[in-house]
């Protein structure tokens, strides 16, 4: 018999817990495991320490001992062993009511459902609903932006005088603003027209932020819920557990008119992110590396939930992060399920009453991928694909002449903050443009608050008013022929932002400004090993 080495027992130990459950699956007596566990010097496994804090969270969530179990890989009994240490008896009231409408769908052909399935059932009133499935559905919100213009053209043509709902459509202005042609300027006056006659009260003019930042920062949309948006990026949503998907203009103005929309039952898939984020590694990071391994189409239609104690560690922001650049893979969803961060984050934008939704343990996947990113380095997405991702080590010796720092993906406080650590006390490269757009006036005032706006501007960067800007190549930072460009922003395609002959590459703020001060694409890392890692003061 050939005896397991030292790391093939380990993985075993990791997998099956107790000598004898190992024992078991490679056929052998438990006092042969014992003894080579004892000869290699491998510990007896014990069950982690938890704290009152996730027990109760769980329980919270669950309000059963085996599905709470489950989620600490313990049994039934196990977990109730820790309810009865912290005292944790009764059953939460709050999860009681979520219970009634999450058992409301409960079975497909699998028995199981996945977030999108059980949120799409929901609002069908139905108990079973499977992949592929077409259906009829009234959206809880729906948003358009800039090219609002061209769904008023659209929903006009349909012959129908009022909005079927004007509380449930919110209209943010942030792609061409202020206006950079009188086109455009005609479009927002149409827009603020129609707005008025139709009397729609969720309406943002030019000072207010990019339409995705909105809608999450406002609670707009909430966890449980389906949102339609006339924006790519409108996966974003699913940072707060909610259902969230870009459909087109025409799209639109039928649901602006009737209040439905069909949609097929995507299949679903699950990403785990285990470990904690290394130095110089930020969300950005993890997500263009799964996009690099998926592809651009590993996800085309499919509906993406990301789990892991690296998601369960990230804020709102980094999980918008995960979402947004979901779209770049193909997903029609992307989601981080409900939990304790979302409830914090909500508690202090909303009183509203929401009822999250989670996927059932024993959901079915169409894939399952697993990543750990505990030695994953800084990464870049390289012309002219969002795919074509490189450690930052093979391209850091490229010259860049413009780095942006902004947009939906990465234009938020912890963003500024990042990258405004690295800037602080030190200049821009002479031969660089550093352009810095907050992704909404909230964020804005609050960069200010923190000076972190200051330190900006004294390291001769160029601060923006908060919109999406040079991001869709409209405005405010458009390349010329043979220029690169550095951005936080989500889409590197050919002629993305000016000249077809311009290239963008996309990293985190920490690259970018790292980036901005060496005049060429740096590694963050070698200034984040200086600095104090406290609040710009």
Not at 365 to 372: A, C, L, R
Request: net charge positive; hydrophobic share 40%; charged share 30%.
């Amino acid at each position: 018999m050939k005896i397991p080495k030292k790391e093939e027992i380990l993985k075993l130990q990791e997998k099956y817990k107790t000598d004898k459950k190992v024992a078991q699956a490679i056929g052998v007596p438990k006092y042969l495991v014992t003894y080579w566990r004892r000869k290699k010097k491998i510990e007896k496994f014990s069950l982690p320490k938890y704290s009152e804090e996730k027990i109760k969270d769980l329980w919270e969530r669950f309000g059963n001992d085996k599905e709470a179990g489950a989620e600490l890989s313990l049994s039934a009994s196990a977990f109730y062993k820790w309810r009865k240490k912290y005292k944790i008896i009764e059953k939460p009231k709050v999860l009681k009511m979520a219970q009634l409408e999450l058992s409301f769908a409960q079975s497909s052909k699998s028995g199981f459902l996945t977030i999108a399935q059980k949120i799409l059932a929901k609002k069908l009133g139905k108990s079973k609903i499977e992949v592929g499935e077409i259906v009829e559905v009234e959206p809880d919100i729906v948003m358009s932006h800039d090219n609002t213009g061209l769904v008023i053209k659209q929903f006009n043509q349909i012959g129908i005088s009022r909005v079927w709902n004007p509380g449930k459509i919110i209209i943010p202005l942030d792609h061409r603003v202020p206006a950079e042609s009188e086109k455009t300027a005609d479009i927002h006056r149409q827009i603020r027209l129609f707005v008025k006659e139709q009397k729609i009260k969720n309406f943002y003019d030019i000072n207010e932020g990019i339409c995705h930042q909105v809608m999450v920062e406002k609670a707009h949309i909430l966890p449980g819920e389906l949102a339609l948006g006339t924006d790519s990026h409108t996966t974003s949503y699913g940072c707060i557990g909610a259902i969230s998907t870009g459909i087109g203009a025409t799209e639109m103005a039928g649901v602006w008119a009737l209040g439905k929309i069909w949609l097929k039952v995507p299949e679903s898939v699950k990403i785990v992110l285990k470990g904690k984020l290394p130095l110089g590694v930020y969300a950005k990071d993890v997500i263009l590396f799964v996009i690099k391994n998926l592809t651009s189409e590993g996800a085309s239609y499919k509906s993406v939930e990301f789990y892991g104690e690296a998601v369960s560690d990230m804020s709102i922001s980094e999980r918008f992060t995960l979402c947004n650049l979901s779209m770049e893979m193909g997903a029609k969803f992307a989601i981080v399920p409900f939990d304790k961060a979302t409830k914090r984050f909500l508690k202090k934008r909303t009183k509203k009453n929401y009822l999250p939704v989670w996927a059932d343990q024993n959901a079915v996947y169409n894939e399952e991928y697993e990543f750990d990113i505990t030695k994953l380095t800084p990464q870049i997405s390289c012309p002219h694909s969002v795919d074509n991702v490189k450690p930052v080590e093979e391209v850091k010796s490229v010259k860049i002449d413009q780095v942006v720092l902004g947009s939906c993906t990465n234009g938020r406080l912890d963003d500024l903050e990042i990258a405004a650590r690295i800037l602080k006390g030190k200049k821009v490269h002479p031969d660089i443009r550093m352009l810095v757009l907050p992704c909404s006036k909230e964020v804005y005032l609050e960069a200010l608050k923190k000076g972190i706006i200051k330190v900006f501007v004294e390291s001769d960067c160029v601060v923006l008013n908060p919109g999406c800007g040079p991001c869709l190549g409209a405005h405010e930072g458009i390349l010329g022929a043979k220029e690169k460009c550095l951005a936080t922003t989500n889409r590197n395609f050919k002629g993305r932002m000016g000249s077809s002959d311009s290239q963008i590459f996309l990293a985190s703020p920490a690259t970018a400004a790292a980036s901005a001060i060496k005049g060429k694409i740096t590694d963050p890392r070698e200034f984040l090993r200086k600095i104090w890692k406290g609040k710009i003061v």
